[in-house]
């Protein structure tokens, strides 16, 4: 019988788990750990994140606050906010939505993030830290599937995994978590020879590609277990329909354990986030 990973559950107990903290956070502080979000433009994915990444926030008790700025805004008008809200000692977490409009450097905007607000861990000096095995801030989306794998692998030392997909926001960071967790870790991508014999090969695979429904059941060896990142609206039959980059219904019969999508990784980033938020507070109040 092949494990599905329940994401919402598992999501739940971080989130559960967080909310606790934030009560003991609160009481010795004084104040709710804050986090701010900036959306700038109409992206209509980038909206429902972060309508749901606020909506989770004010779930669990952090005070959320939302900066929504225009598509055509100025690289300076951004810098100004991010300095503001470096300044603000009531905010412990910045995330600012990506992917930016195409005439925003997002480079220059992610270092311009405090590193000791930078809930998301995209900062160079945290994706350093993380390379390092020293991270304190870890990347969400990894995290959540770190947490996952944990669930299936209590120990995950020596396992053969394979990530596809070099990402900055999943594929780097997931292939260093994995490689700290004493996996032998390859990264695949588009330029890569013979994806499939090298993914044949995995105990464990983790889909962050992008492309719905890419992985199939020849790419997964019978036992592996699969940890789907993608999200991909697709139509199928006159619907709309979202999928993985993994062909759930060809390789879940194959797979020992994998995630579904919707209701996987999925709402495990969005717990993380509030995991990254309380611990970016504690690690700053402790410090006044
Ligand atoms: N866009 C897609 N994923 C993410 C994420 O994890 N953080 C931010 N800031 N933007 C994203």
């Known amino acids: 019988m092949t494990v599905l990973i329940n994401g919402k559950l598992i999501s739940q107990q971080v989130v559960d788990k967080t909310a606790e903290e934030v009560v003991t956070f609160v009481e010795r502080f004084g104040i709710a750990p804050g986090l701010a979000v900036v959306l700038v433009g109409e992206d209509p994915a980038s909206q429902v994140y972060v309508r749901n990444k606020v909506k989770r926030a004010e779930e669990v008790g952090i005070r959320s606050l939302e ?160 940890i789907d990142v993608g999200i991909n609206a697709i139509e199928r039959d006159g619907k709309r329909k979202l999928v993985g980059d993994v062909d759930f219904a060809d390789v879940e019969p194959v797979a020992s354990a994998i995630t579904p999508v919707p209701g996987g990784v999925g709402p495990m980033t969005i717990a993380c986030l509030m995991k990254n938020t309380v611990q970016a507070a504690l690690n700053q109040e402790l410090k006044r």
């Open 67 to 226: 900066y929504k700025l225009p598509a055509d805004s100025s690289q300076e008008t951004l810098n100004d906010l991010i300095q503001t809200l470096n300044a603000d000692p009531s905010v412990h977490g910045i995330l600012v939505q990506l992917p930016l409009p195409k005439h925003l450097n997002e480079e220059e905007v992610l270092l311009a993030i405090d590193p000791a607000k930078d809930v998301d861990g995209f900062h160079p000096l945290n994706v350093g830290a993380l390379a390092c095995g020293e991270a304190s801030l870890v990347p969400c989306t990894p995290m959540g599937c770190m947490i996952m794998l944990e669930h299936v692998h209590p120990d995950l030392s020596g396992k053969q995994a394979v990530v596809i997909g070099r990402s900055n926001i999943v594929g780097k960071p997931m292939a260093a978590l994995l490689l700290q967790a004493n996996c032998t870790v390859t990264i695949v991508h588009s330029r890569t020879k013979d994806i499939e014999s090298i993914c044949s090969q995995a105990d464990i695979v983790v889909a962050a590609i992008g492309r719905p429904e890419m992985v199939k059941a020849s790419w997964i060896k019978p036992g592996a277990t699969v």
